[in-house]
């Protein structure tokens, strides 16, 4: 398991300031009688985002009077705490089950529980809970947004220049394995690493839904140090390469499984495959390398002389396609089509140089 990162231990300690602030202001200062209400409130707002926090408020506050309100009146009718519960929590628990009510829907049948457990269910009571909630809920929100406020760019930008690595070290695999020899094993496990890469995708596509919600009513992202994120345009494209390296590898594994009867290429066809993703895994790495560190001409003349041995290993290898029996042809027209829809993808020039766009603060987790 690995250890909390810096974010998780920063919110953390917010919540359990805002916890701490939210009791001294209740108990002491308001003297309620059940303080509880406001570092609970406080606690569970010090949420991922400044909007999350707020939109989390309102439901939060909603469900703990739903609650409160269910509770009170329940016991007020009946004059009987375990009569009250029966009547109170089933539509508590409906309420909190409803798919609006988000995460906060927990809240209104616990704090049913609580009421009815405090006999703390007469008009002033019910007051104080909902003025002790909403000083946690003020508490929480302010804590959230001024002290460290979450933004969420690091991980995007961590994900995104994992792209072009990963399908690097991926090619360079490939091409040491058909040059070296593979079995049906190692052909899988290149297939598997393929299919992890789009999953990568969808967690760099999560991950930018996170970095824009953080930007939303965050008063301190424009006080902090920030960094140009890669547009969507970079996601698409490594997602056309996941897709290419997919078709590749899947081909692979069928010609080495024996289930399937689909012959290998001729040896010198392979040999030529093997040169021609070696320098496509130069390509990819020249793009990590701009991502990480910008482009120059030195980086834009190695990444263009690398495309270019590609393509030329391309075009030797279309060659022995001619005299191949038809089961050899077909798997070798199939890598050499994926091979050629790879380098197609390289080519533009937003490649190398994707568009950036201005990103939220890095110093964020």
């Given at each position: 398991?690995?250890?909390?990162?810096?974010?998780?231990?920063?919110?953390s300690l917010?919540?359990?300031?805002a916890a701490?602030?939210?009791?001294?202001v209740t108990?002491?200062w308001?003297e309620?009688?059940m303080?509880?209400?406001?570092?609970?409130?406080?606690?569970?707002?010090v949420?991922?985002?400044v909007y999350?926090s707020l939109?989390s408020a309102?439901?939060?506050f909603?469900?703990?009077?739903?609650?409160?309100?269910?509770?009170a009146?329940?016991?007020?009718?009946?004059g009987?705490?375990m009569t009250?519960?029966?009547i109170?929590?089933?539509p508590a628990v409906l309420?909190g089950n409803w798919?609006?009510?988000?995460?906060?829907?927990l809240y209104?049948?616990?704090t049913?529980?609580?009421v009815?457990a405090?006999?703390?269910?007469?008009?002033p009571?019910?007051?104080?809970?909902l003025?002790?909630?909403?000083v946690?809920a003020?508490?929480?929100?302010?804590v959230?947004?001024?002290?460290l406020?979450?933004?969420h760019?690091?991980?995007?930008?961590?994900?995104?220049?994992?792209?072009?690595?990963?399908?690097?070290?991926?090619?360079r695999?490939?091409?040491?394995?058909i040059?070296?020899g593979y079995?049906e094993?190692?052909?899988?496990?290149?297939?598997?690493?393929?299919?992890d890469?789009?999953?990568a995708l969808a967690?760099?596509r999560?991950a930018r839904?996170w970095?824009?919600e953080?930007?939303?009513?965050?008063p301190?992202?424009?006080l902090?140090?920030?960094?140009p994120?890669p547009?969507d345009?970079?996601?698409?494209?490594?997602a056309?390469?996941?897709?290419r390296?997919?078709?590749?590898?899947?081909?692979?594994?069928?010609?080495?499984?024996?289930?399937?009867?689909?012959?290998?290429p001729p040896p010198?066809?392979?040999a030529?495959?093997?040169?021609?993703?070696?320098?496509?895994?130069?390509v990819?790495?020249?793009?990590?390398?701009?991502m990480?560190?910008?482009?120059d001409?030195e980086?834009?003349?190695?990444?263009?002389?690398?495309?270019?041995d590609?393509?030329?290993?391309?075009a030797?290898?279309?060659?022995?396609?001619?005299?191949s029996d038809?089961?050899?042809?077909?798997?070798?027209?199939?890598?050499l089509?994926a091979?050629?829809?790879?380098?197609?993808d390289?080519?533009?020039e937003?490649?190398l140089?994707?568009?950036?766009?201005e990103g939220?603060?890095t110093?964020?987790?």
């Amino acid at each position: 398991m690995r250890p909390p990162d810096r974010y998780q231990v920063v919110q953390s300690l917010k919540a359990a300031g805002a916890a701490a602030i939210a009791w001294a202001v209740t108990g002491w200062w308001l003297e309620a009688p059940m303080a509880l209400m406001a570092p609970w409130a406080a606690v569970a707002l010090v949420q991922g985002t400044v909007y999350r926090s707020l939109r989390s408020a309102v439901q939060l506050f909603l469900m703990i009077a739903a609650g409160t309100l269910m509770a009170a009146g329940a016991v007020l009718l009946t004059g009987n705490t375990m009569t009250a519960l029966l009547i109170a929590l089933p539509p508590a628990v409906l309420l909190g089950n409803w798919a609006r009510a988000g995460g906060q829907g927990l809240y209104a049948p616990t704090t049913a529980l609580f009421v009815l457990a405090y006999g703390s269910y007469s008009l002033p009571a019910v007051g104080h809970r909902l003025l002790e909630t909403a000083v946690g809920a003020a508490v929480g929100i302010a804590v959230n947004a001024l002290v460290l406020p979450p933004v969420h760019s690091q991980h995007v930008n961590k994900l995104a220049y994992a792209l072009p690595r990963d399908c690097a070290r991926l090619l360079r695999e490939l091409s040491e394995g058909i040059r070296d020899g593979y079995d049906e094993e190692r052909a899988e496990r290149w297939y598997r690493s393929a299919g992890d890469m789009l999953g990568a995708l969808a967690e760099l596509r999560t991950a930018r839904g996170w970095a824009s919600e953080s930007f939303r009513l965050n008063p301190g992202h424009r006080l902090r140090r920030r960094a140009p994120a890669p547009s969507d345009a970079w996601d698409v494209l490594w997602a056309r390469v996941g897709d290419r390296l997919l078709t590749l590898t899947l081909t692979l594994w069928e010609a080495a499984s024996e289930r399937r009867g689909l012959p290998r290429p001729p040896p010198r066809a392979l040999a030529g495959l093997a040169a021609l993703l070696a320098a496509a895994a130069e390509v990819c790495a020249v793009d990590q390398e701009v991502m990480e560190h910008g482009p120059d001409e030195e980086r834009r003349g190695r990444r263009s002389a690398r495309l270019a041995d590609a393509r030329r290993a391309l075009a030797g290898t279309r060659e022995h396609l001619q005299g191949s029996d038809v089961d050899a042809e077909a798997s070798l027209g199939s890598l050499l089509a994926a091979c050629r829809a790879l380098l197609d993808d390289l080519t533009p020039e937003e490649g190398l140089t994707p568009e950036a766009e201005e990103g939220p603060a890095t110093t964020a987790g």
